[in-house]
């Protein structure tokens, strides 16, 4: 069974505050890994998808790292905004025609 | 470009009956996933649709199932259902290039309760 790991389960930080998550996946039939954040009472919206080992992603305040041979992707947030509250999700593909396999979630709260 | 749609948003049903869920995919995607998630758990996958094929299942009874219209817009259906069906389904579609490094794309839903 193929096991995706997010921590921690929830985080609160107040505003300005740099933050980050782990998210751990099985090493093995490794084929990509997916960030999403999901506001409450929004869809999931994609933030990144990353294939190759030290694959790092940036996209504003926000950026993600890869490491295949070890399992284990970062996600960072440099002076967190309250707009940035959300779950964010990983989700880790052995390559099996759009099955993505998600973690539970790190659900960030930032304080103004 | 209009985005995942999917109906109804909620839904309330009993034990035993069933339920037939709708979903929309983005214009020209010709994927679409089907997602469960249940208080506690993390989104987990119930199957894949291309071009009206079942390409994928995840580990849920035969009670559920789906299908796929030539316009990619899909459809899933719970038989005889349980309480622990209640749930949030999810559905997702993927652009046209079929690659499992696309991005998919979420709708905003359905939230079923069984009671």
Redesign the interface.
């Known amino acids: 069974i193929l096991n995706?790991e997010q921590s921690p389960q929830s985080l609160h930080v107040q505003e300005g505050d740099s933050t980050n998550f782990t998210c751990s996946f099985p090493s093995s039939n490794f084929?990509?890994l997916?960030w999403?954040r999901w506001e409450t009472a929004?869809?999931?919206?994609?933030l990144f998808?990353m294939?190759l080992n030290g694959d790092e992603k940036k996209k504003g305040r926000i950026s993600a790292t890869l490491n295949t041979k070890e399992g284990y992707s970062y996600l960072y947030i440099k002076g967190s905004q309250p707009e940035d509250s959300a779950t964010y999700?990983c989700?880790f593909?052995t390559?099996?025609?759009?099955?993505?396999?998600?973690?539970?979630?790190t659900r960030l709260a930032v304080h103004p | 470009k209009a985005?995942?749609t999917q109906t109804p948003r909620y839904l309330i049903k009993t034990r035993g009956q069933q339920v037939t869920l709708s979903c929309s995919p983005i214009s020209g995607h010709r994927?679409v996933?089907w997602?469960q998630q249940t208080p506690?758990?993390?989104?987990?996958?119930l199957f894949?649709y291309?071009s009206e094929t079942q390409?994928?299942k995840?580990n849920f009874p035969g009670r559920f199932s789906g299908r796929q219209f030539s316009n990619s817009r899909s459809e899933m259906n719970v038989s005889t259902l349980e309480l622990g069906d209640s749930a949030l389904y999810?559905c997702?579609s993927?652009p046209p290039r079929d690659s499992?490094?696309?991005?998919?794309?979420?709708?905003?839903?359905t939230r079923l309760t069984v009671l």
């Open positions: 995706v084929y990509a997916h999403y929004k869809s999931p919206e994609a998808v294939t999700l989700a593909s390559g099996g025609y759009n099955k993505l396999i998600f973690g539970a979630g | 985005g995942v994927s996933s997602y506690g758990q993390g989104l987990q996958f894949e291309f390409r994928n995840g999810l997702a993927s499992s490094t696309d991005t998919q794309y979420f709708g905003p839903g």
